[in-house]
C-alpha cells in the first residue's frame, strides 16, 4: 500500500490528475452450467499489461467483425483480486483524502456484474475486498467507516438496511446531496459487514417464493463512508467510495425472463443510459452533467463530479450476446473523450484537471452518439392503475443485495404501499421526466427502438394542434436553415452519378461509357432501388431521432416533432411509406417538395 511516513496514503500515487473516469471491461469466466463454447471477444493489448487502451473485438474470424475501445480488459482467467489491486485500491487512497469514488457495473444480464462486485464467499468482490481494505486503513488512521445499501427498482430508490423506510428520497441543497431516510451504519471490522449482510439476508427467506415471480431487475449500491480526524481538529473530511451493481441491460422488446412489461424495462434501460451519459459528460466536460436524469445519476451526484473518481466495469459475457456488445460500445463512447482529451489550464482547480473534448469534435469522435431528451410530464398525465402497478411491482419486488439480501417482508411491503403509492418525491413531481436515448453503433436496428418508447404519454395529439403544424407547413418551404444529417445524407446520395432521369451528368456518363443492353430497365430499377433506399432512410430518421434532430428536417418545427415523438408511442415505427407522412400533416405536394428539395435529381 502506498503511504506517506505519516501513515497517510501517499496522494501522487492514488491520483492521476488526468484521468477522472476509466472504462475497463471484464470478460466472465464460464458458470458451471455453461459449456465453455469458442470464445466470441478477442482483445488486442498493444502495449501488454501497461495498455492504456485496448481494443476488443466481437465475432470469430468466419463471421463479423465489430470492435471498441476501452482504457483495458480483464480476460476470463484474470480474477477480482487483479481488478481490485490495479483499479480499485488506487481509488481508495482518494477516499481518504476526502476524494469521492465510484465503481459501476454493468453489461448485459448474466454478464458477471454481481460477481464483480459482490463475489463469492471463496472469490471477494470487489466491494468486499475493498471494504476489508478500508477498514484496515481507517484503523491505521483513526477514521470510522459506516455503511449504506440501497436498491434502485423503477426509479424508487429503497434502504436495504432500514425495510422500514419505505423509500428514501434525494434531497439536494446548493449543489449538496442529501439522502433523507437511507441508514448508515457503522462498520469496525469485516465480520461486522459480513454480519449485516447476512442480517439482510434473514428476511429473505419469507418472501423468497413471492420475490421469485416477481421483476427482479434493479440497481444495487453500497456507499462507503469514510470520516476522517482533518489536521485540523474541528473539520471532518468524509470520502465516500461507491459500488454500483446496475440492473442487466436487456434488450426492452424482447420478452422479459422476469416478468417485465415494457414500459418498466424501458424504464430500466433508460436508467442505465442515464448513468452513461452522466459519465460521457464528465469525461468531455460538457457545461451540463445529466446528473438528474435518473434517480441513481442524481443520488451519485456528489460523488461523480469535480475530482471524484469513477471506474466503469463494462461486463461481457463469453458466449455470443449482442447485448453485451451493445453496453461495451455504450461504456467505449465514454471513454473515448478520455483519450482524446488535454487539460484546460484555465479552469478552476476542479475543473482543471478533467478532459477537453472541443465540443464540435464530440460527436464526429463516436463511434455512436446517445441523445437525450428531457421531457417534463405532469403528474396528471400518469395513468393511475398504471402507476399503480409500477408501484406494486416495486413494491413487492425483491432482490438480494448484490444478489443475496431481501431487505423486507412481504407484510412490510404490503403495508407501506399507500405510502409509495401516494408519495411522490420533490423530484418525480417537478421533473418527472423521461429520458430518450438514441444510440446507434452494433445492433443499431435491434437496439434503437428503446427510443421509440420515451415518452410516457397514452393519448396521441390530436390535431387540435394543427394551426401550429400549419404553420409549419407554411414555414418549411421557405426554411433554409441549418442542414440536418439525413439531408446531407440524402444530398450525398443524390449527388452520385446515377442513371436517374434525363439530367445532364448522366447522359454523358451513360451514352460516352455504357453501350446498355436494356437501359432504360436497368436505370428505372436502378432509379427505384436508390429512392426507395432513400425513402427508407429518411422514413428510419423520422422514427428514431429525437426531438432536436427532428426539427433540423425542414418542415418539422417544435408541433410535428412532437407529434412524431408521440406517435411512437403507439407504434415503434409509425411511419413506414411516404404516404404515412400525412399522418404528421403533411401533404402529398410537401412531401414531394420535401424529397426533392433534399434529392432533387432522383424526384425529378
Ligand atoms: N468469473 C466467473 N467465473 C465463473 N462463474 C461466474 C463468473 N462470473 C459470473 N459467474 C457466474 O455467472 C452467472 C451470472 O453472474 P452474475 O449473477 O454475476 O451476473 P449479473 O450480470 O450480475 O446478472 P444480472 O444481470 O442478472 O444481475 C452466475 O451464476 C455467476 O456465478
Known sequence: MASTSSGRPDRTKAFNPTRMVRVVAKIRGFADSESSTALWISVNKPNGEISDSVTISFGDSGSRKESCEVNYCYEQNEGNDLIFSREVKPLIFGVFEGCNSTVIACGARGSGKTFVIQGSDEKPGLATLAIAEILSMAEQNGNMVAISFYEVNQEHVYDLLDPKQPTVSILEDKGKIQHKGLSQVPVKSVTEFHKLLAS???????????????????????????????????????????????????????????????????????????????????????????????KLTHMLKDSLGGLNRILMITCLNPSFCQDSVYMVSLASRSCLGINRGAVDSTKKAKCSTRPMVPSSHKKNFLPGSVSTTVKKRTASKVHLSEKKANCLACALKERKLFDEAIHRTTS??????????????????????????????????????????????????????????????????????????ISSRLRELSNLKLPCSS??????????????????????????????????????????????????????????????????????????SLDDLTKVGLSAKQIKGMMKKEAAKLFN
Do not use: W
Not at 400549419?470 to 433554409?480: C, G, I, P, R, V
Not at 436497368?522 to 432509379?527: D, H, K, M, P, Y
Open 412 to 485: 412490510e411491503k404490503a403495508s407501506s404501499l399507500p405510502d409509495i403509492v401516494s408519495t411522490v418525491e420533490p423530484l418525480e413531481q417537478e421533473e418527472n421526466f423521461f429520458l430518450a436515448s438514441e444510440v446507434s453503433l452494433y445492433g443499431k436496428d435491434h437496439h434503437e427502438q428503446d427510443a421509440s418508447y420515451v415518452n410516457g404519454r397514452t393519448n396521441a395529439l390530436s390535431f387540435a394542434e394543427g394551426d401550429g403544424m400549419d404553420k409549419e407547413n407554411q414555414h418549411f418551404l421557405a426554411n433554409e436553415g441549418v442542414s440536418p444529417p
Open 200 to 294: 439482510m439476508c434473514g428476511s429473505r427467506k419469507s418472501i423468497e417464493k413471492i420475490a421469485s415471480e416477481l421483476p427482479c431487475r434493479s440497481h444495487r449500491g453500497l456507499i462507503i463512508h469514510l470520516v476522517s480526524p482533518s489536521k485540523n481538529d474541528d473539520i471532518c473530511l468524509v470520502g465516500k467510495m461507491n459500488f454500483v451493481d446496475l440492473a442487466g441491460y436487456e434488450d426492452a422488446r424482447r420478452k422479459s425472463a422476469d416478468g417485465l412489461n415494457l414500459v418498466e424495462s424501458t424504464k430500466i434501460n433508460r436508467s442505465i443510459y442515464a448513468i452513461h451519459n452522466v459519465v460521457y459528460s464528465l469525461n468531455a466536460n460538457e457545461s451540463h452533467v445529466p446528473y438528474r436524469q435518473s
Open 503 to 576: 439530367t445532364s451528368s448522366y447522359d454523358q456518363v451513360f451514352t460516352e461509357i455504357v453501350e446498355p443492353k436494356a437501359p432504360i430497365m436497368e436505370q428505372s430499377r436502378t432509379l427505384d432501388g436508390m429512392k426507395n433506399s432513400l425513402v427508407q432512410e429518411y422514413l428510419r430518421f423520422l422514427n428514431t431521432a429525437d426531438k432536436e434532430d427532428l426539427k433540423r428536417v425542414k418542415g418539422i418545427g417544435e408541433k410535428r416533432a412532437t407529434y412524431i415523438v408521440e406517435l411512437r408511442e403507439e407504434s415503434p415505427k409509425p411511419l413506414k
